[in-house]
Structure formats: structure tokens, C-alpha cells
């Protein structure tokens, strides 16, 4: 996750989660943010997506 105020975090899922994890993010109010997925075996990176559209911290509409 990227933010467009220079904040960039990870979630990673663990193994016993079959690639699901929940994650919560703490962000400022007003500001907007993307997503991109990755799947990361043996500190390899694998089906990596695209970056999303940016979103809207507060109401998720489009930046």
C-alpha cells in the first residue's frame, strides 16, 4: 500500500492464513492511497499485479 503523503506499509499473510491476512491501516483523513498484490515464496516475488487506482482515505471514491 502507498499513500500520496510518502507512506508505504506492507500486510503479509502468514502461511497457516492460505493468503488471507486482515489489515488495518492507520491513514490521514482527506488524502489518497493504491494497492498492488504480490505473492512472495522463497523472498521471491510472483504474481505481482499493477498498482490500483488511487483512493480516497476518507469516502474510497477515486483520487
Known amino acids: 500500500m502507498q499513500t500520496n503523503y510518502g507512506k508505504n506499509v506492507e500486510c503479509k499473510a502468514m502461511p497457516a492464513a492460505e493468503g488471507w491476512a486482515l489489515c488495518k491501516f492507520d ?8 494497492f498492488r498484490l504480490y505473492e512472495l515464496k522463497d523472498d521471491v516475488k510472483r504474481k505481482e499485479t499493477a498498482w490500483s487506482p488511487w483512493y480516497g482515505t476518507e469516502y474510497g471514491s477515486l483520487c
Open 27 to 34: 491513514h490521514e483523513e482527506g488524502k489518497c492511497v493504491r
